[in-house]
């Protein structure tokens, strides 16, 4: 570990001393601001957790802090719900996958999705609790027309999409997804009649349904269908009234746009603590202005900006298997038009509600103690996020002294 990281652990290590909870006492952490999660900003709150839960979330004033409560002073930090990353694709092998998950929970993300590319002897990790580690839900397989090498149900007829559900419906998948994508014409799309089969099919086992698509057509045919989310936004051209006509007679839809890369040099060097020098370097190799890339980009962010205005519940998925992206998408989402709060909210608490996590999501009691405890207030920036003090997770802090 070199000099700076050597400060940066020091410092972590300091922070935690401050926060270490015991499964059997209560905690009240005190004088922060809280960003609840559903909208609401209290400046000067306390959060009561007793062990894995929080009792109480709220004013200072409102909060009786049960007597023989460790304090722990949160002066002039922020408090938020931890992240849910509602489109990832976490890796094939149980090693991998648990370090896939802390080191989701080392950047705050407290839940993550995994959008149909999953080994599914791997679905029983789903229910286990593993320390420092954020939890896993899982699209089982996913379905796809023929396509090789994509670890998925390739499926040519309206039955085999039916029993592609039910596969996935005995695995006990959180979601059912497929693709509609023709890949630059390489691949067929599922068609029309097939993934109304999928949805029908799906609803018979109380299953919900997402789909990835690129292009505005399929977009409308899907939601004619009832889809119950789009696993990326319009991808092709600026949608039409149309569309977003379609969008505001689906109150109850949810997009996740998984914007793509801007295609502008950033700065990252708030990653550099959180992985290797060569992952560092690798990633700064690809750091670059790209004028297609951001092309590409502007279609997508038009678009979400479009959908936010015209209520769409929007989430904050990242797509491929970036732990840190997060804090990436909530700065593209706020530079497409989306309000800090509205992005915040995104990544929280409308999260939760996608993937009917009843206990995440907000700061509230009778919820999971999965908090992030920050050094700035987001609302000012959003990439205040990534200034993590600390992140707590079922009442536990995260060793953050060294990335996994």
Request: without cysteine; proline residues 3%; aromatic residues 6%.
């Given at each position: 570990?070199?000099?700076?990281?050597?400060?940066?652990?020091?410092?972590?290590?300091?922070?935690?001393a401050?926060?270490?909870?015991?499964?059997?006492?209560?905690?009240?952490?005190?004088?922060?601001?809280?960003?609840?999660?559903?909208?609401?900003?209290?400046?000067?709150?306390?959060?009561?957790?007793?062990?894995?839960?929080?009792?109480?979330?709220?004013?200072?004033?409102?909060?009786?802090?049960?007597?023989?409560?460790?304090r722990?002073?949160?002066?002039?930090?922020?408090?938020?719900?931890?992240?849910?990353?509602?489109?990832?694709?976490?890796?094939?092998?149980?090693?991998?996958?648990?370090?896939?998950?802390?080191?989701?929970?080392?950047?705050?993300?407290?839940?993550?999705?995994?959008?149909?590319?999953?080994?599914?002897?791997?679905?029983?990790?789903?229910?286990?609790?593993?320390?420092?580690?954020?939890?896993f839900?899982?699209?089982?397989?996913?379905?796809?027309?023929?396509?090789?090498?994509?670890?998925?149900?390739?499926?040519?007829?309206?039955?085999?999409?039916?029993?592609?559900?039910?596969?996935?419906?005995?695995?006990?998948?959180?979601?059912?997804?497929?693709?509609?994508?023709?890949?630059?014409?390489?691949?067929?799309?599922?068609?029309?009649?097939q993934?109304?089969?999928?949805?029908?099919?799906?609803?018979?086992?109380?299953?919900?349904?997402?789909?990835?698509?690129?292009?505005?057509?399929?977009?409308?045919?899907?939601?004619?269908?009832?889809?119950?989310?789009?696993?990326?936004?319009?991808?092709?051209?600026?949608?039409d009234?149309?569309?977003?006509?379609?969008?505001?007679?689906?109150?109850?839809?949810?997009?996740?746009?998984?914007?793509?890369?801007?295609?502008?040099?950033?700065?990252?060097?708030?990653?550099?603590a959180?992985?290797?020098?060569?992952?560092?370097?690798?990633?700064?190799?690809?750091?670059?202005?790209?004028?297609?890339?951001?092309?590409?980009?502007?279609?997508?962010?038009?678009?979400?900006?479009?959908?936010?205005?015209?209520?769409?519940?929007?989430?904050?998925?990242?797509?491929?298997?970036?732990?840190?992206?997060?804090?990436?998408?909530?700065?593209?989402?706020?530079?497409?038009?989306?309000?800090?709060?509205?992005v915040?909210?995104?990544?929280?608490?409308?999260?939760a509600?996608?993937?009917?996590?009843?206990?995440?999501?907000?700061?509230?009691?009778?919820?999971?103690?999965?908090?992030?405890?920050?050094?700035?207030?987001?609302?000012?920036?959003?990439?205040n996020?990534?200034?993590?003090?600390?992140?707590?997770?079922?009442?536990?802090?995260?060793?953050?002294?060294?990335?996994?």
């Amino acid at each position: 570990m070199n000099r700076v990281n050597a400060a940066a652990a020091a410092a972590t290590l300091a922070v935690l001393a401050g926060f270490t909870t015991s499964s059997h006492a209560q905690t009240a952490y005190e004088g922060a601001r809280l960003i609840m999660g559903d909208g609401r900003v209290i400046e000067n709150g306390t959060l009561v957790v007793d062990g894995t839960r929080i009792t109480q979330a709220g004013a200072a004033a409102d909060v009786k802090v049960p007597a023989g409560a460790k304090r722990v002073s949160l002066t002039g930090k922020t408090v938020m719900p931890t992240i849910i990353d509602t489109h990832v694709h976490l890796t094939g092998k149980r090693e991998t996958m648990i370090r896939d998950l802390k080191q989701r929970a080392y950047w705050g993300v407290s839940a993550a999705v995994s959008m149909g590319t999953d080994n599914v002897e791997l679905l029983p990790m789903r229910s286990e609790t593993i320390p420092g580690a954020a939890r896993f839900f899982s699209a089982g397989r996913g379905i796809t027309r023929t396509e090789p090498l994509r670890p998925t149900f390739q499926i040519n007829s309206d039955d085999e999409a039916r029993k592609a559900v039910q596969q996935n419906a005995a695995w006990k998948a959180d979601i059912i997804k497929f693709w509609v994508d023709n890949r630059d014409g390489k691949v067929d799309k599922i068609t029309p009649s097939q993934y109304t089969a999928i949805i029908e099919e799906a609803k018979k086992f109380n299953l919900r349904v997402t789909a990835h698509i690129f292009n505005m057509t399929d977009a409308k045919g899907l939601m004619r269908a009832g889809i119950y989310s789009l696993a990326h936004g319009v991808r092709d051209v600026d949608f039409d009234d149309e569309t977003l006509n379609l969008f505001k007679q689906r109150a109850s839809m949810f997009v996740i746009p998984n914007l793509p890369d801007r295609g502008v040099k950033v700065d990252r060097s708030w990653m550099r603590a959180g992985m290797s020098a060569d992952e560092f370097a690798k990633l700064e190799a690809e750091n670059t202005d790209r004028p297609k890339t951001q092309a590409f980009h502007g279609i997508q962010a038009r678009n979400l900006a479009r959908m936010n205005t015209t209520g769409v519940r929007i989430t904050m998925g990242t797509d491929g298997n970036r732990p840190w992206g997060a804090h990436e998408e909530m700065e593209d989402m706020v530079l497409a038009g989306m309000t800090p709060m509205q992005v915040l909210v995104a990544a929280t608490s409308t999260g939760a509600a996608f993937m009917q996590i009843e206990d995440a999501g907000t700061l509230a009691a009778g919820k999971s103690a999965d908090f992030i405890v920050l050094d700035a207030n987001p609302l000012d920036n959003i990439t205040n996020t990534r200034r993590l003090a600390s992140v707590v997770l079922r009442g536990a802090v995260v060793d953050r002294s060294q990335a996994p």
